[in-house]
């Protein structure tokens, strides 16, 4: 009786103090995100006035109004929705079929090309800034949309297929054979077997670009000039003046840009949790 | 149904040869099992009958047309894969129908043909479930039912049941031999396991480093192995084999001189010369234990091993191990002397050098492989 009050004492111990350390590491993680929200909804003229305060004494939604219909920000967000969604969909694209090819073929030149992709990755990217600014603008391709989702594509795609890759090798060779046998070409035995089963790999190299773009701020700022095709980033570096940073209209602008890279994951994630091969082979 | 050829089928990937000129002819109906250790190349053969493997050089043809170039959704085959290979996202219903739905049969004669196959393996309670919802047993099951459904040419099964406990094992052993007879459909079946060449196949077809070593049915395969391979391959427990010289006495008997001086009676043997270096074979239930010191050769007890049915003892005869089966229960101290004897007319003689069977002079030339 005595060991077994003692055995839950200790279990609820240990229990205990793993969901503290949790907890602990929940809270310092998503600080600043409430700060962002805290300072968007404080009013102006008590956001230094008052002190540090864990919530404002009165709050408002002005900062957000002024930001939505006074600023550029719109287009600015809708900016970075076009650019991050066509990245995301066309490294994904490039990246899947990229990678099945590494995953299931053995051809000439795949280490030279798997050699390639890692260097690619290497260079810091303030190195390149200049290089790629040469060869864009004589192509028409600065100060646009496109130039900067050829660029961001171009830095994604090694390392999504890298990802892909290790889905597709997650997934055994037999299904597509199988597949073959039945009547599909290679093709289509990908497309119709071995996609479904790697959606949560694509849901995760979606996600994974998709964040990567919609937070790129140095190729944004450097190969675009006019505001009608900058992205929120470069935005959000218009509330701060030569003078004075606007930290209300700022964070407003921030938790505004939060909601559709937070859309996103609640669509994926359905996808990036479940595991589909169980079962398709001897487990 | 139809028969398969293959001619002088080569598989070399880069510089390696796998595959050394396999020609093999399957009649239609026949149920082949391909058998050999790991490596042999038995499961590149399957894979290039499939159409997964290109092949290097030679023909295969199944119901008389040349396959080669052809890709393996055109070759009208069905496989059982070792891993069963079931499509994880769809039921066993949709795992059934995957082939006919891409051959755009018609809805009725999918549904007809699924019940009737599901009920002959049991899977009409199963039919709306997922792979994962299944056992092993399940699994393998639906496997073989997605291969039947189609009525192909052909079917080859690569390891179907090595994932499967020995006692499902054999259950399954005997359910594919049923459905064979029923069926009567032409199968290439790839195993490692003896007893699976030997329960099942019409013909067994024995290969070791790309070469076929012999093809016969199991029980030729088991009483005239061709060589040495051969013979220690298939059999459990295996043949024994002890090395010595060949010696034809004067009343024209024959025996095999072992080298601590004991002579072993054996048949004539075609070919052999006088003090040839010949390798004697006898499998244990081929040699018995006498309580005459005369007629036997006194061997030394090195382990009694029960096997419910039968007791294995292991001797030492020559100084090399020898295993003796018998339906006696021996209780022989360990480290004492038997005296054992080897039955003359099933021991057999291979060729030291050329590992070949030197077959008794009383045994009708037979020498073709197919």
Request: charged share 15%; glycine share 6%.
């Amino acid at each position: 009786m005595t060991l077994t009050g003692q055995t839950s004492t200790r279990k609820m111990i240990y229990w205990g103090s793993h969901y503290l350390m949790i907890a602990a590491f929940v809270i310092f993680a998503l600080f600043p995100l409430y700060w962002l929200l805290k300072v968007s909804v404080t009013p102006n003229d008590i956001l230094y006035t008052e002190g540090v305060r864990m919530w404002p004494s009165r709050t408002t939604w002005e900062n957000y109004a002024f930001v939505l219909t006074q600023s550029n920000f719109p287009k600015y967000f809708l900016n970075s929705v076009i650019v991050s969604g066509t990245t995301a969909i066309v490294t994904t694209l490039v990246a899947a079929l990229t990678g099945y090819a590494f995953s299931r073929f053995a051809f000439r030149g795949k280490v030279i090309i798997v050699a390639l992709m890692l260097i690619t990755q290497m260079f810091p990217l303030v190195m390149l800034i200049a290089p790629i600014f040469k060869i864009l603008a004589p192509l028409g391709l600065t100060d646009s949309l496109t130039g900067l989702i050829i660029v961001y594509t171009a830095f994604n795609v090694p390392f999504a297929t890298f990802l892909m890759q290790s889905f597709f090798d997650g997934i055994p060779k037999d299904l597509e054979e199988a597949a073959m046998i039945d009547g599909n070409t290679r093709f289509e035995a990908f497309r119709a077997i071995i996609l479904p089963l790697t959606l949560p790999g694509v849901a995760a190299t979606l996600g994974f670009v998709f964040t990567a773009a919609w937070s790129e701020l140095l190729f944004a700022l450097m190969l675009v000039s006019s505001e009608s095709a900058s992205t929120f980033p470069v935005g959000l570096l218009s509330f701060v003046s030569k003078f004075s940073v606007d930290f209300g209209q700022m964070m407003a602008a921030g938790v505004l840009a939060l909601i559709p890279a937070c859309l996103f994951f609640l669509l994926i994630q359905r996808y990036l949790v479940q595991g589909l091969t169980a079962g398709a082979v001897k487990g | 149904m139809a028969s398969i050829q293959i001619a002088n089928a080569r598989k070399s990937y880069g510089a390696v040869d796998v595959l050394h000129g396999i020609d093999l002819n399957i009649s239609d109906g026949e149920f082949i099992v391909l058998v050999g250790p790991s490596g042999c190349g038995k499961s590149t053969l399957l894979r290039m009958i499939a159409g997964l493997e290109d092949i290097t050089s030679g023909d295969i043809s199944i119901a008389g047309n040349v396959v080669n170039d052809l890709q393996p959704k055109d070759r009208d085959i069905a496989m059982v894969f070792q891993s069963y290979a079931l499509y994880p996202h769809m039921s066993v219903a949709e795992n059934m129908s995957y082939a006919l739905t891409l051959r755009k049969t018609a809805k009725e004669k999918i549904s007809d043909a699924i019940s009737g196959v599901a009920e002959i393996l049991g899977l009409t309670a199963l039919l709306e479930r997922r792979p994962k919802a299944l056992s092993g047993g399940q699994r393998q099951r639906v496997a073989m039912g997605r291969a039947i459904v189609r009525k192909p040419q052909a079917f080859l099964f690569d390891e179907p049941l090595s994932n499967l406990d020995a006692r499902l094992r054999e259950q399954m052993r005997t359910e594919i031999r049923k459905l064979h007879h029923r069926l009567g459909a032409t199968s290439v079946y790839v195993t490692h396991d003896q007893i699976e060449a030997m329960t099942m196949a019409d013909r067994i077809v024995a290969m070791h480093d790309g070469i076929i070593q012999q093809v016969g049915s199991p029980v030729e395969i088991y009483d005239k192995p061709a060589n040495i391979f051969v013979a220690s391959f298939i059999g459990s427990p295996a043949m024994n084999f002890l090395k010595g010289s060949y010696e034809i006495s004067d009343d024209n008997g024959a025996g095999v001189r072992l080298s601590d001086g004991a002579l072993v009676p054996v048949l004539q043997a075609q070919n052999a010369q006088n003090n040839q270096a010949v390798t004697l074979g006898s499998r244990p239930e081929h040699i018995s234990i006498v309580s005459d010191a005369d007629n036997g050769l006194p061997a030394k007890v090195e382990l009694i091993e029960p096997m419910g049915l039968s007791t294995l003892v292991h001797v030492t005869l020559a100084g090399k191990p020898i295993k003796i089966f018998t339906m006696d229960r021996p209780n022989y101290p360990v480290d004492s002397f038997i005296h054992i004897a080897f039955d003359m007319a099933k021991a057999h003689v291979f060729d030291t050098s050329s590992e070949q069977r030197l077959p008794p002079t009383t045994e009708p030339h037979s020498g073709h492989k197919d």
